[in-house]
């Protein structure tokens, strides 16, 4: 394949974007880059408290100290470089085809998709959650389920409006939602006993829960590399967005897990999705639940808006590449947004938003961790196929420690695996099997001329070949 600019930008999005008029679409800079990298992968400390009631104070302590040097820290080195070496809007579906072709590519497209849409739909779920606690009539029935799907839909309108104005609410709502996580920690200071921390818990290891814990909690980092043609100067401002995004989304789960295990000792099977809101109460009263309980309503909309947004571009990206049909690239004649996207994945996150909601984060999971073993094999093959191609940040390794850095988190992925249940075993198969199936339905229609596509993948294949440098055939042979 072609490691030159010229031969890269002949079928990718282009840096820069205009509306239907022509003019310059707004892009996104550095801080609101920040906070939607931060809302794709964490949007607070809401959700971690399962770590636990699964393992108790000390493990959940270890686990969200040491899991981002074992998984985060290398997916956004991985995402890092390969987001500015290809910037366009394909994001890890451009790597994966670059590595090893067309189907590899639509299979990392379709894995990492679909684990998006289920992860989206966690999002509606977890607001009506935290919002039963201030209104009852929410835990069930009809009013629950008209919530969500009111949810669902005046969120994914506000994503319609535009990428720039939900860069700037994901500034607002995550310097809101966190706020009262300060003060909490603060307060707590006092009443701390450190000893708690050291505590295992007083039930038997829930290790399925624990290990999903973890990994929804800090995963999809690599999401914002679909939003990478919307980034302005993505070859400078992603490595230093993604390099914040770590340090700030660390630091915003352990402060208050570390205040709060250490403040409140409680029965450690009361330690579910929302507890912190109870422990705001039993550390300064009702007005810090309420307020929690509204900063996770806030931290929900983020994560929602992020993720939906990540999906969406990311089948405009596979459209502009020839994986998907033309029509899924379409954008809004107002907002310059990909109408056709956010509409698609907003309607299958509503569908799935009525499963468990643990089985939607392990099933998100276990899809997202089939898609990370194709973009650790693309990252390692693309330093060595394409060692000469210009990488603006590249990770300061050689093969053999690249190598290392992703046998470890690999190894993590091992455990989502073997810990997941049967139903999840069955969706997730399920779904495997249909991105093989729509691979060939998508050939299919190319070859038919049913639908109009962008050029053709399996041509752009044999063109990049073509087109290689000689040195790089002489250096691959």
């Given at each position: 394949?072609?490691?030159?600019?010229?031969?890269?930008?002949?079928?990718?999005?282009?840096?820069?974007?205009?509306?239907?008029?022509?003019?310059?679409?707004?892009?996104?800079?550095?801080?609101?880059?920040?906070?939607?990298?931060?809302?794709?992968?964490?949007?607070?400390?809401?959700g971690e408290e399962p770590a636990v009631q699964a393992a108790g104070p000390l493990l959940a302590i270890l686990g969200f100290l040491i899991f981002p040097f074992i998984w985060s820290v290398p997916e956004a080195l991985i995402t890092a470089e390969l987001s500015t070496a290809f910037p366009g809007n394909g994001g890890f579906v451009i790597w994966a085809h670059r590595a090893f072709g067309a189907f590899v590519g639509s299979m990392m497209g379709s894995l990492k998709y679909l684990s998006g849409v289920i992860n989206v739909a966690s999002f509606p779920v977890l607001c009506v959650t935290y919002l039963e606690?201030?209104?009852?009539?929410?835990?069930?029935?009809?009013?629950?389920?008209?919530?969500?799907?009111?949810?669902?839909?005046?969120?994914?309108?506000?994503?319609?409006?535009?990428?720039?104005?939900?860069?700037?609410?994901?500034?607002?709502?995550?310097?809101?939602?966190?706020?009262?996580?300060?003060?909490?920690?603060?307060?707590?200071?006092?009443?701390?006993?450190?000893?708690?921390?050291?505590?295992?818990?007083?039930?038997?290891?829930?290790?399925?829960?624990?290990?999903?814990?973890?990994?929804?909690?800090?995963?999809?980092?690599?999401?914002?590399?679909?939003?990478?043609?919307?980034?302005?100067?993505?070859?400078?401002?992603?490595?230093?967005?993604?390099?914040?995004?770590?340090?700030?989304?660390?630091?915003?789960?352990?402060?208050?897990?570390?205040?709060?295990?250490?403040?409140?000792?409680?029965?450690?099977?009361?330690?579910?999705?929302?507890?912190?809101?109870?422990?705001?109460?039993?550390?300064?009263?009702?007005?810090?639940?309420?307020?929690?309980?509204?900063?996770?309503?806030?931290?929900?909309?983020?994560?929602?808006?992020?993720?939906?947004?990540?999906?969406?571009?990311?089948?405009?990206?596979?459209?502009?590449?020839?994986?998907?049909?033309?029509?899924?690239?379409?954008?809004?004649?107002?907002?310059?947004?990909?109408?056709?996207?956010?509409?698609?994945?907003?309607?299958?996150?509503?569908?799935?938003?009525?499963?468990?909601?643990?089985?939607?984060?392990?099933?998100?999971?276990?899809?997202?961790?089939?898609?990370?073993?194709?973009?650790?094999?693309?990252?390692?093959?693309?330093?060595?196929?394409?060692?000469?191609?210009?990488?603006?940040?590249?990770?300061?390794?050689?093969?053999?420690?690249?190598?290392?850095?992703?046998?470890?988190?690999?190894?993590?992925?091992?455990?989502?695996?073997?810990?997941?249940?049967?139903?999840?075993?069955?969706?997730?198969?399920?779904?495997?099997?249909?991105?093989?199936?729509?691979?060939?339905?998508?050939?299919?229609?190319?070859?038919?001329?049913?639908?109009?596509?962008?050029?053709?993948?399996?041509?752009?294949?044999?063109?990049?070949?073509?087109?290689?440098?000689?040195?790089?055939?002489?250096?691959?042979?």
């Open positions: 394949m072609a490691t030159t600019e010229t031969s890269r930008d002949s079928h990718e999005l282009p840096v820069t974007s205009t509306d239907s008029s022509g003019s310059t679409a707004k892009k996104l800079t550095l801080v609101p880059l920040i906070f939607l990298i931060y809302f794709e992968v964490a949007g607070g400390p809401f606690k201030l209104f009852p009539v929410l835990e069930s029935g009809w009013p629950r389920k008209v919530c969500i799907f009111a949810t669902t839909v005046v969120l994914s309108f506000l994503n319609y409006t535009g990428l720039a104005i939900v860069g700037y609410a994901a500034v607002v709502l995550g310097l809101v939602s966190l706020s009262p996580f300060l003060v909490m920690s603060a307060i707590a200071i006092p009443k701390i006993q450190p000893h708690r921390w050291g505590s295992l818990g007083d039930k038997q290891k829930d290790w399925n829960l624990y290990f999903n814990t973890l990994f929804w909690n800090l995963n999809f980092w690599d999401n914002v590399s679909t939003l990478a043609g919307e980034v302005d100067n993505p070859q400078k401002t992603f490595p230093l967005a993604l390099l914040v995004a770590v340090i700030f989304t660390c630091l915003a789960y352990l402060i208050p897990l570390l205040a709060v295990t250490g403040a409140v000792s409680v029965d450690q099977s009361r330690w579910e999705t929302g507890f912190h809101a109870e422990a705001a109460e039993m550390i300064a009263g009702t007005w810090l639940k309420v307020w929690i309980e509204i900063g996770a309503v806030l931290s929900s909309i983020g994560l929602f808006e992020a993720q939906l947004s990540s999906s969406a571009y990311q089948l405009e990206g596979m459209a502009e590449l020839g994986f998907l049909p033309k029509f899924f690239g379409l954008r809004s004649k107002w907002f310059n947004t990909p109408w056709v996207g956010i509409l698609l994945s907003a309607l299958m996150s509503l569908g799935l938003s009525y499963m468990n909601f643990t089985d939607i984060i392990s099933s998100a999971n276990f899809l997202y961790t089939l898609g990370m073993y194709l973009e650790f094999a693309s990252f390692l093959w693309l330093r060595k196929k394409l060692p000469e191609l210009k990488r603006p940040y590249r990770v300061p390794l050689n093969i053999p420690g690249l190598v290392i850095m992703c046998l470890v988190p690999s190894a993590f992925l091992m455990l989502i695996i073997v810990f997941a249940t049967k139903i999840v075993y069955l969706i997730c198969g399920l779904m495997t099997v249909g991105s093989v199936g729509w691979y060939f339905l998508i050939n299919y229609f190319r070859d038919k001329k049913i639908f109009e596509f962008n050029q053709d993948v399996d041509f752009l294949d044999h063109v990049n070949e073509e087109q290689r440098p000689k040195h790089e055939e002489d250096h691959d042979s």
